[in-house]
């Protein structure tokens, strides 16, 4: 399937089917690593340069998700990809729209110049999407521009669903976790007394009488967290203290796991101090 195609197939599910998805794209940032830094980022920049449209939206798309929707640069670039070679001017303003709202929460110096240059993006897009319907039905532009706040409300909604789908999965996924971990160290705790009724057993009778040395097994204090998809530090953090600025306790805690902020592995379990 085309990329036209899938754009087509997300426009139509936007309208029928948002209670199905989720996920609002979140204005704190949860990767260390700043955007122009990504590889990702750089990937999808060097296929755009060399015309490569659909394989660079892949990349920009991929790096939007994994950031949790803080990907101001690549928000504009899909958005400039969905309007001038897709022509799909719903999911550009969705994107520009994005853009703007991470500039105007920025510091940068040039964001008044650049958040009027999006704006006539979208004014362009909305434009676009006007011609897009029949006249016959839709003879006031007006009733095309209301048609385009329903579609991009919907929308919205679908995003918001999908964030709070992804987090209830999330959180079972811990309290599973948590579940079994406890289940394991009680089966420890009743096997121990039993083992060492065995030992004692087999020891000789003429043997001199001396204590028996139980075996020291270090256990990981604290919780456990099993790493996941589209994980970071700053998001763990903010999931088990509710403050992702302590990821770096995170970090400290588990440098044999996790040797740098950048290095997690998706189904490595770590320990939460």
């Known amino acids: 399937m085309t990329l036209r195609a899938k754009a087509s197939r997300l426009f139509f599910f936007t309208l029928v089917g948002f209670a199905f998805l989720a996920g609002c794209a979140q204005q704190d940032s949860l990767e260390i690593l700043q955007e122009d830094e990504d590889p990702i980022f750089r990937r999808a920049r060097d296929l755009y340069a060399r015309g490569m449209e659909n394989e660079a939206l892949e990349n920009f798309l991929k790096l939007i998700q994994r950031r949790n929707g803080n990907a101001p640069e690549s928000h504009l670039d899909a958005g400039n990809i969905y309007l ?47 011609l897009t319907f029949d006249a016959k039905v839709y003879k006031d532009p007006l009733e095309r521009l209301k048609l385009l706040d329903t579609i991009e409300s919907l929308r919205t909604q679908n995003e918001l669903l999908k964030r709070q789908l992804t987090d209830a999965r999330t959180r079972r996924s811990d309290l599973a976790d ?25 020891q000789p009778r003429t043997a001199p009488s001396r204590p028996v040395a139980q075996a020291s097994v270090q256990q990981d204090s604290g919780r456990r967290y099993t790493i996941k ?12 203290y509710g403050d992702g600025s302590r990821w770096k306790e995170i970090l400290d805690a588990n440098r044999d796991v996790i040797p740098n902020e950048g290095s997690l592995k998706v189904g490595a379990s770590i320990r939460i101090p």
């Open 84 to 130: 001038k070679h897709l022509h799909d001017p719903v999911s550009a303003i969705y994107h520009f729209k994005h853009y703007e709202a991470l500039l105007r929460q920025s510091n940068r110096e040039d964001a008044d110049t650049r958040i009027e240059l999006v704006e006539e993006r979208i004014k362009s897009a909305k434009k676009e999407f006007a």
């Open 178 to 202: 948590s579940l079994l971990a406890s289940q394991t160290e009680a089966a420890a705790a009743r096997a121990e007394p039993v083992f060492a009724s065995r030992v004692e057993r087999a």
């Open 229 to 240: 998809s589209g994980d970071s530090l700053y998001r763990i953090a903010s999931s088990v």
